[in-house]
T-cell receptor, first 113, second 115 residues
Framework: EPEVTQTPSHQVTQMGQEVILRCVPI?????FYWYRQILGQKVEFLVS????????KSEIFDDQFSVERPDGSNFTLKIRSTKLEDSAMYFC???????????FGPGTRLTVT | AQSVTQLGSHVSVSEGALVLLRCNYS??????LFWYVQYPNQGLQLLLK??????LVKGINGFEAEFKKSETSFHLTKPSAHMSDAAEYFC?????????????FGSGTQLTVLP
């Protein structure tokens, strides 16, 4: 069964460093998302992406964040200068056109020290 | 704007007992509703969804949920809990399909199943 994959599973970085989180969505899906979950809190929407551009973004998704689909398969989330409060589990999700459900990857746990 | 409220951050049931996890939503338009489950150190897995049509929806692992528009609820039930059901459950809402619409999640309910 097709699934969303994410790498790495765990990333540790120092404050101020840039990180790139990678996702490979399900191959025929057209809509892509990033969410995050700070430990003990709810899952929060960051950004959605369709047709090579951002569709929606939340207040969390400020200038430090960017997304890219550099080729036909990968979908990346970049944080330019990480802060302690960026420590969270980051989930990628993808969605087929015409269907409501989003399929989530296993997540990348980002730890900023 | 939409929002989701899950009543009870922790629910404990005995093995074999009824599971009831509560979810209420707020939405300005007819919503699409979902339940996701998260096992420890894993991602989110879709349990079931309501989009249109039959208001009682069945999902995986014996779970079901009923959309009640008058009560703005979408409670998740399972007649008989198994130890393997222990996980965190998230209710989520979105405002449609066929476009990049964000999911709004509730705070989650941690289900513990007691032997």
């Amino acid at each position: 069964e097709p699934e969303v994959t994410q790498t790495p599973s765990h990333q540790v970085t120092q404050m101020g460093q840039e990180v790139i989180l990678r996702c490979v969505p399900i191959s025929n899906h057209l809509y892509f998302y990033w969410y995050r979950q700070i430990l003990g809190q709810k899952v929060e929407f960051l950004v959605s992406f369709y047709n090579n551009e951002i569709s929606e973004k939340s207040e969390i998704f400020d200038d430090q964040f960017s997304v890219e689909r550099p080729d036909g398969s990968n979908f990346t989330l970049k944080i330019r200068s990480t802060k302690l409060e960026d420590s969270a589990m980051y989930f990628c999700a993808s969605q087929d056109r015409g269907y409501a459900e989003q399929y989530f990857g296993p997540g990348t746990r980002l730890t900023v020290t | 704007a939409q929002s989701v409220t899950q009543l009870g951050s922790h629910v404990s049931v005995s093995e074999g007992a009824l599971v009831l996890l509560r979810c209420n939503y707020s939405s300005s338009v007819p919503p699409y509703l979902f339940w996701y489950v998260q096992y420890p150190n894993q991602g989110l897995q879709l349990l079931l969804k309501y989009t249109t049509g039959a208001t009682l929806v069945k999902g995986i692992n014996g779970f079901e949920a009923e959309f009640k528009k008058s009560e703005t609820s979408f409670h998740l039930t399972k007649p008989s809990a198994h130890m393997s059901d222990a996980a965190e459950y998230f209710c989520a809402v979105t405002l449609g399909s066929g476009s990049a619409r964000q999911l709004t999640f509730g705070s989650g309910t941690q289900l513990t199943v007691l032997p």
